[in-house]
């Protein structure tokens, strides 16, 4: 059932994503050729730690509202004198720091995860009426430019740029409590495994650090009941891409539909699926569109195909396209207010089409792009995959202490049903270079080379293809073996995995629907791990990629501060990854490296440890703080938007904004 089902809370607010930028070049992770200046905000002229070198890496949600609830029979209000849990608040922890957003490695910066969130339910005065943990799953259906320009072209950089995030909600507490909610208790009886929960997240703003809206964005998002089996990041439903490219003809992207035969009813998550219209909230600058508008690509249907083989741009007819019914994605705040999830009624000939037949947007315009002509309903918008075939993968990302394994489950499905005894095959995308890097040029341009990602490709290795059971779904076991730190001044290796069931083309996926690996070098600790030789290598690395820390607690780069905090640095660094106190924010340390720092930090705490006191006699480092102050008046396109655009100049990607 997952959040896209009939039972299911609605709400809409807004997130915090303070990422700390410096870490977006990979050539910041060479301590020997860090420059302070790597710490500044960017200018017109460098890059410098880019657009927030300042940031703590918090994910929270934040004055999010339940607005709507559905029902198990099909029926939703929005009245809170007809359901006690609107207006209730989606929020975090009430006792512990926020969340932290995770990227992977900083030459894979496409699949960032909460870490460390929990969500809760509450009214503000009880603790909550549900609470549960957050379970790390990258972000998928990453889309850049979907926020339009006032010119009607795609907009550039993160702020244009939209995601879904889904995931699952782990060791749910409910209230005795709930209010006399029939939503609540009819969600409580049905999330057999958890709570599902989907995120859609955009209109991030980034531009201006002397905003109070800086690092802010709008969220919009559904919770729904888990049950057992289903994957938990992504919707095994039926699958919504565009025949070429990003987006469609007229803007519309990936998206995924259920089909519920209990309450004979479509279920479509449009909340990443049409471009969003330029926000304005200045009358000077024309008619006010508030966040969230949807671009108006006219009346919207969804259909099945009665041919096929019916492709975008092709005329919707009665003779082609079988109608379920309109869209209301036009209506005011639709958006905000459904969290893009449309609702329709089956009958008799819509299912006896559905199991073999695709499913399709039809939009209809007073003049339609390719051949310019419209059928009864239009034209065919966007489509089904080919074959309505549908292959998924989790978790998308995987550590490995070398030598070490992992696994992922491989989804087959047809047509939203599950594919039993199918092959999928597996490959490594293999060498990959210039990726995670910034400027190639100007002030200020790191000097440390840009190691390849995919090499050795032996250090990796995994079956060829693996082969669905009976429910649709196999088990990928993939093995680490010393890479042979082949990066240098960064620990380990990157290797993407591709998935697909044989002949199925790159459109049937999102473009950064892979899987994703870090494979660590291997570690031997030392007897006695010293300060020089093993701790301060990695604590300078930390305290260069997040000066936000030096400015507010401790300088990890300094031996005197590291003494003076050694017991809250080994609180940190010995807490459990999903923890959001875990230190390194970045995840990215392994566990033979952590045992040896927490080694170390034992012997600070218990007596003088004489490495580390030989240390605090030298002339103490530089303050990793620099003074540069942020620049509002610098335009960017980094963040995401630069790591997509190394990736799609080495794979053919559509070009990225």
Request: proline fraction near 7%.
């Amino acid at each position: 059932m997952t959040y896209l089902s009939n039972t299911r809370l609605i709400f809409t607010g807004r997130f915090q994503a303070d990422v700390s930028t410096v870490n977006n070049d990979v050539r910041h992770y060479d301590n020997a050729s860090f420059e302070k200046v790597f710490q500044d905000f960017q200018t017109k002229q460098s890059m410098n730690g880019w657009w927030n070198p300042t940031g703590s890496g918090a994910f929270r949600l934040i004055d999010c509202r339940i607005v709507m609830v559905g029902y198990a029979d099909g029926s939703t209000v929005t009245g809170a004198a007809d359901d006690s849990a609107i207006g209730l608040l989606i929020a975090g922890s009430e006792d512990r720091t926020s969340g932290k957003l995770v990227d992977i490695d900083p030459q894979w910066q496409l699949a960032s995860a909460p870490w460390g969130l929990e969500v809760r339910l509450t009214d503000g005065h009880e603790p909550y009426f549900f609470s549960g943990q957050y379970k790390p799953h990258a972000f998928r259906d990453l889309w850049f430019g979907r926020m339009l320009t006032p010119q009607g072209t795609p907009g550039g950089g993160d702020g244009a740029a939209s995601a879904t995030f889904q995931s699952v909600l782990g060791d749910v507490t409910w209230a005795s409590n709930l209010k006399g909610s029939r939503a609540l208790a009819e969600l409580k009886a049905a999330a057999v495994a958890g709570l599902s929960i989907r995120l859609a997240t955009f209109s991030y703003i980034d531009r201006d650090p002397n905003s109070a809206d800086f690092t802010l964005g709008t969220v919009t998002g559904a919770i729904g009941p888990q049950l057992a089996g289903e994957p938990e990041s992504f919707v095994l439903g039926r699958r919504f891409a565009p025949a070429n490219g990003i987006t469609s003809w007229n803007g519309c992207s990936y998206f995924s539909a259920h089909v519920d035969p209990t309450s004979r009813s479509i279920l479509l998550d449009l909340s990443n699926a049409i471009q969003l219209a330029p926000a304005n909230s200045d009358p000077t600058q024309g008619p006010l569109v508030p966040v969230g508008s949807l671009n108006d690509i006219g009346t919207l249907r969804i259909g099945v195909l009665k041919d096929a083989a019916l492709t975008e741009f092709s005329p919707a007819t009665e003779d082609n396209f079988l109608p379920i019914g309109e869209i209301g994605y036009q209506n005011d705040g639709w958006l905000l207010n459904t969290s893009g999830i449309a609702a329709l009624r089956l009958n008799d000939s819509h299912f006896a089409l559905l199991a073999d037949h695709p499913l399709a947007l039809a939009a209809a315009l007073p003049l339609n792009a390719g051949t310019g002509a419209n059928g009864a309903f239009g034209q065919i918008a966007i489509r089904e995959t080919t074959g309505g075939n549908f292959v998924g993968a989790e978790p998308l990302v995987h550590r490995i202490d070398a030598p070490g394994q992992s696994s992922a489950t491989i989804y087959a499905a047809r047509y939203g049903v599950p594919l039993s005894n199918t092959q999928v095959k597996i490959s490594q995308l293999g060498d990959m270079p210039q990726q995670g890097g910034g400027q190639a040029s100007g002030p200020n341009t790191p000097t440390a080379p840009i190691p390849d990602i995919g090499v050795p490709p032996t250090a990796l290795t995994m079956p060829p293809e693996v082969t669905t059971g009976a429910a649709g779904s196999a088990s990928l076991l993939i093995k680490g073996d010393d890479p042979g730190n082949p990066r240098k001044y960064i620990d380990g290796q990157l290797y993407l995995i591709d998935f697909r069931l044989p002949g199925q083309g790159n459109a049937a996926r999102s473009a950064f629907d892979y899987i994703v690996i870090h494979v660590r070098d291997s570690y031997v600790m030392p007897a006695e791990p010293t300060w020089k030789d093993d701790v301060a290598p990695i604590f300078t690395q930390y305290a260069n990629l997040y000066p936000i820390m030096s400015k507010q607690l401790v300088n990890l780069a300094n031996p005197h501060d590291v003494k003076r905090h050694a017991k809250i640095l080994r609180l940190a660094f010995a807490q459990s990854m999903s923890n959001p106190n875990y230190m390194p924010v970045t995840r990215d340390l392994s566990a033979g490296k952590c045992q040896m720092i927490l080694k170390f930090l034992d012997r600070v705490i218990e007596s003088s440890e004489p490495t580390l006191e030989a240390a605090l006699t030298q002339r103490l480092p530089a303050a990793p703080f620099a003074d540069g102050g942020p620049r509002p008046d610098v335009e960017h396109s980094g963040g995401k938007t630069a790591a997509a655009r190394n990736f799609a100049r080495v794979t053919g990607l559509p070009v990225v904004r």
